[in-house]
């Protein structure tokens, strides 16, 4: 595992953007058009951006999957930020989405422990080496760095086959929600 530079976010964008190109809660905020796929890469650039100041941009060794960690308690509201939000309303969510997008976002936020988390927000991995451990190794490693920081990880599927995969790993599901597609929360709890 290693960390991201800045000089690594077409990559990351890219294997997440593809990742993520059929995700249900991903699709539920981009506008769905002849440009969904530019601005699925947007929001992944956004995501990238946004860990970067505020988290860790996390890449398997063999460079081939990737994780965006934010850090909540460390994630503040400036110009910057304003204007990034403002860019991905115009040019991938429109205004409606980003509107059910903050409801969601509020809605899921007064759940979280109130521990410090380690928020998992995105990971994936190319379709070439999915099955392949790529996954499994970097998840490993995630739980690894976050129980060192004494964090509880918190994350949210829409992806049902995924669940079992997550809960191999010791997270458990804390919360489910119907926003016209089934949205789960699940932690897992630093080990005593």
């Given at each position: 595992m290693t960390k991201a530079t800045y000089s690594d976010k077409s990559l990351v964008v890219d294997i997440l953007a593809k990742s993520f190109a059929d995700n249900r809660s991903v699709n539920y905020i981009i506008k769905q058009d002849r440009k969904k796929i530019s601005r699925l890469k947007r929001l992944m650039?956004?995501?990238?951006?946004t860990c970067f100041t505020y988290g860790e941009i996390i890449l398997s060794d063999d460079r081939k999957g990737c994780a965006l960690i934010i850090f909540p308690e460390k994630k503040i509201t400036t110009f910057k930020s304003i204007l990034s939000d403002v860019k991905?309303?115009?040019f991938c969510t429109g205004?409606?989405?980003a509107i059910k997008a903050m409801k969601r976002e509020s809605t899921i936020k007064k759940?979280?422990?109130k521990e410090l988390i380690y928020y998992l927000w995105f990971i994936g991995v190319t379709s070439s080496q999915q099955?392949?451990?790529t996954g499994s190794n970097l998840l490993n490693e995630i739980i690894v760095?976050?129980?060192a920081q004494k964090r509880i990880i918190c994350l949210e599927t829409s992806t049902l086959q995924n669940i079992p995969w997550y809960q191999k790993f010791g997270f458990t599901i804390y919360r489910e929600f119907d926003f016209g597609y089934g949205l789960y929360c699940?932690?897992?709890?630093l080990l005593k």
């Open positions: 650039e956004y995501s990238f951006d991905l309303i115009i205004i409606n989405n759940l979280h422990p099955h392949k451990g760095e976050a129980t699940l932690k897992r709890e």
